[in-house]
Structure formats: structure tokens, C-alpha cells
């Protein structure tokens, strides 16, 4: 019975499903993490009777056939770029992001990362770097003897120094826009890799045309709606019981069958 391996299809669709939604759930205080949605496509079709085919030597034709599908597969999980709402850490050196674009990140490999999470600190050195210690490019030193920090909405760094009355111009925090931000690849560590789905990025200040202004001491949280995702999880949940159903009552036909005398 094709019943039995098509519910099959719906159990591990729905298995994959839940896993996504679990995710997003255990991600709901995660600094920038952006949601994710699970997209399904429908299998092949068996052609039982293909539609125009003729039904008579007179011309006529099925109008429309019959076909039965063979079930679902995953297709794609979706990562939803829906602005997460922006909370006050008064840290000088957070930075929320308010429209679009990603903080470059040069990891220890020597590849260039793409995160959301504004939650920086300072090295040793002096470098602005991220929670991990990864600089933030294009790399920006702040003094020893700097006594208070200003980051304005264009990203333009300033420090106080010791001795001097005007602030000095550290550099300028950068932002990259991608064409198609669920190209992304998500390594972890609220890290994301440029792909070739993704398309190359391009690199302006903050506040520039199509990107967004910077914060300081604010971060931006998830984009998780937990209402939304609890409402999600219990569809998965009944649609997976249903699926499990068709498999029971397929297994009941077929010993209904068997015991046929």
C-alpha cells in the first residue's frame, strides 16, 4: 500500500519541522538570531491514467486522469530577516543594528563572517572585537587612555583622550548588505558565511541608502514570536499524529486483507 511509505514521508517532513521550530524556540534570547521556516514540496506523481489520453477510437479523450502522489520532502529552511526589537544594555561598546545589514567579522581562519549581534568588547590590544574575540572589520583600535567611547548612528567611532578637548575620530564601523540574506550559511556563534546563493556583499557606512543606522548601547534581540512558534509547534505536532494515524489505519486494511478466507 503506497499509504504506508507516503505517511512515512509526513512523519520525518513533520520530525524536520518540529526540529526547526525547536531551534527557533531555544534561540528566543539570542542575541540578533533571525527565525527559521521550513518549506515542503510535494513528490513525483504516479500516473495511473496520464490525462489526454485517448478513451475511445472516436477522438475523446480523459479529461483529466488519475494521479497519485507519492508525498513530501523538505525543500528549503527559510531564514526570516524581520527587524528583532532593540533593548538598552547601556554598554558603550554594544551596537543594535535598526534596518538591514551585518557587522563584518574576521575569524581566526582568515575568512570574513557576517553576524547581527552587536554585543562587542575590547582586546587586549585594544581592537574592537566580538563576544568570541573575533575583530569586528574593518578594525578599530581603541586608545588606553580613552575615557568614554561614542558611537553616532552613521558608525562613526570617537574617544575621549586624556588631555585633549576634542573627541578623536577612531574609524568607522561598517555594514554589509547582502542580495539574498537566507543565502547565508549559519556556522554557529551567531555567525553567517557569504555563499554563492547569497551573493557577494556590499560593504557601506551605516545609514547609508538601503542600510540601516547603528545604536549604541542597545543590542537587538531575536526575531522569535513565541506565541507564533507554540501555535506552529502544535500544527506539526497534530499533523505528525495524523500521518501516524494513516499508517495505523493502512496497517488495519492490510490485516483486514490477510485475513480474508
Same mark, same amino acid.
Given at each position: 500500500?503506497?499509504?504506508?511509505?507516503?505517511?512515512?514521508? @509526513?512523519?520525518? +517532513?513533520?520530525?524536520?519541522?518540529?526540529?526547526?521550530?525547536?531551534?527557533?524556540?531555544?534561540?528566543?534570547?539570542?542575541?540578533?538570531?533571525?527565525?527559521?521556516?521550513?518549506?515542503?514540496?510535494?513528490?513525483?506523481?504516479?500516473?495511473?491514467?496520464?490525462?489526454?489520453?485517448?478513451?475511445? &477510437?472516436?477522438?475523446?479523450?480523459?479529461?483529466?486522469?488519475?494521479?497519485?502522489?507519492?508525498?513530501?520532502?523538505?525543500? +528549503?529552511?527559510?531564514?526570516?530577516?524581520?527587524?528583532?526589537?532593540?533593548?538598552?544594555?547601556? *554598554?558603550?561598546? &554594544?551596537?543594535?543594528?535598526?534596518?538591514?545589514?551585518?557587522?563584518?567579522?574576521?575569524?581566526?581562519?582568515?575568512?570574513?563572517?557576517?553576524?547581527?549581534?552587536?554585543?562587542?568588547?575590547?582586546?587586549?590590544? @585594544?581592537?574592537?572585537?566580538?563576544?568570541?574575540?573575533?575583530?569586528?572589520?574593518?578594525?578599530?583600535?581603541?586608545?588606553? &587612555?580613552?575615557?568614554?567611547?561614542?558611537?553616532?548612528?552613521?558608525?562613526?567611532?570617537?574617544? *575621549?583622550?586624556?588631555?585633549?578637548?576634542?573627541?578623536?575620530?577612531?574609524?568607522?564601523?561598517?555594514?554589509?548588505?547582502?542580495?539574498?540574506? +537566507?543565502?547565508?550559511?549559519?556556522?554557529?556563534?551567531?555567525?553567517?558565511?557569504?555563499?554563492?546563493?547569497?551573493?557577494?556583499?556590499?560593504?557601506?557606512?551605516? @545609514?547609508?541608502?538601503?542600510? @540601516?543606522?547603528?545604536?549604541?548601547?542597545?543590542?537587538?534581540?531575536?526575531?522569535? *514570536?513565541?506565541?507564533?512558534?507554540?501555535?506552529?509547534?502544535?500544527?506539526?505536532?497534530?499533523?505528525?499524529?495524523?500521518?501516524?494515524?494513516?499508517?495505523?489505519?493502512?496497517?488495519?486494511?492490510?490485516?483486514?486483507?490477510?485475513?480474508?478466507?
Amino acid at each position: 500500500m503506497r499509504s504506508l511509505s507516503i505517511a512515512a514521508t @509526513g512523519m520525518l +517532513a513533520q520530525q524536520l519541522n518540529v526540529e526547526v521550530i525547536s531551534n527557533n524556540i531555544a534561540n528566543i534570547n539570542t542575541t540578533g538570531f533571525k527565525r527559521q521556516r521550513a518549506e515542503f514540496h510535494d513528490l513525483l506523481y504516479q500516473d495511473l491514467l496520464r490525462a489526454g489520453t485517448a478513451s475511445s &477510437d472516436t477522438g475523446t479523450v480523459v479529461p483529466s486522469g488519475i494521479q497519485v502522489g507519492l508525498g513530501v520532502k523538505p525543500a +528549503a529552511t527559510y531564514r526570516i530577516a524581520e527587524q528583532g526589537n532593540i533593548t538598552i544594555t547601556d *554598554n558603550p561598546l &554594544d551596537m543594535a543594528i535598526n534596518g538591514k545589514g551585518y557587522f563584518a567579522v574576521e575569524l581566526p581562519s582568515g575568512e570574513t563572517a557576517y553576524t547581527r549581534a552587536g554585543a562587542m568588547g575590547r582586546s587586549a590590544t @585594544g581592537e574592537l572585537v566580538t563576544a568570541n574575540g573575533f575583530i569586528v572589520q574593518p578594525g578599530i583600535t581603541i586608545p588606553d &587612555d580613552a575615557t568614554s567611547v561614542t558611537i553616532n548612528a552613521q558608525g562613526e567611532v570617537f574617544a *575621549n583622550l586624556d588631555g585633549q578637548s576634542a573627541p578623536s575620530n577612531l574609524g568607522q564601523v561598517e555594514l554589509a548588505t547582502f542580495p539574498n540574506e +537566507a543565502g547565508l550559511q549559519a556556522i554557529g556563534n551567531n555567525m553567517l558565511l557569504e555563499t554563492q546563493a547569497s551573493g557577494a556583499p556590499t560593504v557601506a557606512a551605516p @545609514g547609508s541608502d538601503g542600510f @540601516g543606522a547603528l545604536q549604541q548601547g542597545a543590542l537587538e534581540t531575536s526575531n522569535v *514570536n513565541i506565541v507564533a512558534e507554540i501555535t506552529n509547534l502544535i500544527t506539526a505536532q497534530r499533523a505528525y499524529e495524523m500521518n501516524s494515524r494513516v499508517i495505523q489505519a493502512s496497517d488495519e486494511m492490510m490485516s483486514s486483507v490477510n485475513q480474508l478466507r
